[in-house]
């Protein structure tokens, strides 16, 4: 919740010009960069981005309408922060982080602190001391536990910059700004606030490839993710990017959940509502709400607010993070985040670069994505927050700055394809123009976990897949009767690999999760299937024949086992593949 307690305005620092979120102030002595300003007589949020003596250009979080040429400006003396502590979890924010269930949108001045909550500031925790008076206690060392707080425990930390013997604790219930223990001299409260634009400090960033496994097979067996890595969605209207990130918000293997909506419509922020308020969380059965942290931006907010969700949903994850949990931010989408950008530096007179966006864009790209890592924390967890962030390029230009960008940026791309989308594949996660730069090491990782052959699987179904779309384009020319038996087979073995792997239904039971066992024994069933024909053809079986031949039963392996049934694919693949044998 962003803190905009009022310091005094000796000066009379007073408004000069308005212009949408832009707002230029005079007579504003000692404010620095990132400060936050309060506005008028709402006390609107504005943060300081350029000081010119005691004049300073400002970027309003809220809307301006009603703020005038000689209204009051006051400085605050901090930036723009947030209210990390319990309460988090299972809730509804807005892009500053105040609770939209509860609190109203905007600041108004009967509030005795503006951006905060008064019902969030006054409601009692019970807190359960881990440490013992006398504890010497070091940055990130658990202080104590809240019952109550989410489905995940949540822990109270010693905060950077504090350490020292315990000398006082409390015990009881207690608000969120109360004291809990005194370390070193120093009061630590059960919730903290800390700077949204400042990444929160870790003992070391490590470099180890640990898959993140998000439920969908497409993006687990061709284009994994590690944890602590970042990855980008791309994809035109329709493609079904939101519905993919839904997808990987209720079945990721992720501890905490922060689902960013910036920008987008509130239809669709009610359905991610809805669908994790209903479905049962597979570790505690609750709701899978109750471990997720939902920042609804939606495009009818203020513009820059969706500049401020971005960072304060890294921010939310990065403090479950350093309690020594997995984090996943998912972020729809970093278009209208950009958009935003662009629209102030217009307003701003900034030099435009690339199609209107400002010159910085690459740069603020990159500071978002870097915030994801995997990382030992101060306590000596390993914990990491895992960035994924859809693209939504104009009219699905691949080649416009955020996407290309992006790109840059990211170690996973998952590009959506049109066409697979309107030929109903989901998801339409495009082979063509996906990627994984951490194939490798995450094969690495499964040699060493008891699955030698993930990576030989991979390669071998990536290699099918570029080679079948080849021949397509060959035997639109020529016909596939033309191609010779083998390369027919590669045909069938692409369309065998699509329909019986890449397709996901979402709405199905059995489907709408896979396993990592389950995802790759379909994998293995339909290679060995496609070897099996290789073996026909050269055995003079025609290959007419083969593509006469009912591979239904193959097909529905996705569907006729459970998601975790990786067992019940392979007995089912083996029986398929003696039928298919009898053909020789």
Request: some cysteine.
């Amino acid at each position: 919740m962003a803190a905009v307690n009022s310091a005094g305005n000796p000066d009379g620092a007073k408004i000069r010009r308005v212009s949408g979120p832009l707002v230029e102030v005079s007579g504003l002595a000692d404010v620095s960069m990132l400060e936050l300003v309060a506005l008028g007589p709402d006390r609107i949020a504005a943060e300081t981005i350029a000081v010119n003596g005691t004049d300073a250009t400002l970027q309003a979080y809220e809307y301006t309408g009603g703020l005038k040429a000689g209204d009051a400006a006051e400085g605050t003396g901090h930036q723009l922060s947030a209210l990390l502590g319990p309460g988090l979890l299972g809730q509804v924010f807005d892009g500053l982080l105040r609770p939209l269930s509860s609190a109203p949108m905007w600041l108004t001045a009967d509030r005795e602190d503006a951006a905060e909550d008064r019902q969030v500031l006054d409601r009692q925790w019970q807190f359960v001391p881990q440490a013992a008076l006398g504890d010497a206690l070091s940055p990130g060392d658990v202080l104590g536990t809240v019952p109550g707080a989410g489905s995940v425990q949540y822990r109270v930390l010693v905060p950077p910059g504090v350490s020292g013997t315990v000398s006082w604790l409390a015990e009881g219930p207690l608000r969120a700004l109360e004291t809990a223990a005194e370390i070193g001299g120093t009061g630590v409260t059960l919730a903290q606030r800390w700077p949204v634009h400042r990444p929160r400090p870790v003992a070391a960033r490590l470099s180890d490839a640990v898959p993140m496994h998000t439920g969908q097979r497409v993006l687990d067996l061709m284009y994994p993710l590690p944890r602590g890595a970042a990855a980008a969605v791309p994809g035109g209207f329709g493609t079904g990017k939101t519905l993919l990130l839904q997808q990987i918000a209720k079945w990721s293997d992720a501890d905490v959940i922060v689902y960013v909506g910036c920008g987008e419509r509130g239809n669709e922020m009610a359905d991610v509502l809805d669908g994790l308020s209903h479905l049962e969380d597979p570790r505690t059965g609750g709701a899978l709400l109750e471990r997720t942290v939902i920042i609804a931006n939606t495009s009818n907010m203020p513009m820059m607010a969706r500049e401020a969700s971005i960072n304060t949903g890294v921010t939310v994850a990065e403090f479950f993070r350093d309690m020594g949990y997995h984090a996943v931010v998912i972020a729809d989408s970093t278009s209208r985040w950009a958009e935003a950008l662009r629209e102030f530096a217009n307003r701003n007179g900034d030099l435009p670069a690339e199609e209107g966006y400002p010159a910085s864009l690459a740069s603020e790209l990159a500071a978002f994505y870097e915030r994801a890592s995997l990382a030992t924390t101060l306590g000596g967890a390993t914990a990491s927050v895992t960035v994924i962030g859809a693209v939504s390029p104009p009219g699905g230009d691949m080649s416009e700055p955020v996407t290309t960008g992006t790109q840059r940026f990211v170690r996973s791309l998952w590009q959506l394809d049109r066409d697979l989308a309107y030929s109903r594949h989901y998801p339409a996660v495009s082979w063509r123009g996906s990627f994984s730069r951490d194939a490798e090491a995450l094969g690495r990782w499964h040699a060493a976990s008891g699955d030698p052959e993930w990576a030989g699987r991979r390669a071998e179904a990536s290699l099918v897949l570029a080679e079948a779309d080849r021949l397509s384009a060959l035997a639109e020319i020529i016909g596939a009767g033309s191609l010779p038996a083998h390369e027919q087979v590669v045909l069938l073995g692409g369309r065998l690999l699509r329909d019986g792997v890449l397709v996901q239904n979402a709405l199905s039971p059995n489907d709408g999760y896979c396993s990592a066992a389950k995802g790759s024994a379909l994998l293995q069933a339909v290679l060995d299937t496609i070897s099996t024909c290789q073996d026909l053809v050269a055995a003079g079986v025609p290959a007419a024949t083969l593509e006469n031949y009912d591979f239904s039963p193959l097909l529905r392996l996705r569907e006729s086992a459970g998601p975790n049934d990786a067992g019940g694919v392979t007995e089912l693949a083996v029986r398929f593949l003696a039928g298919l044998k009898e053909l020789q």
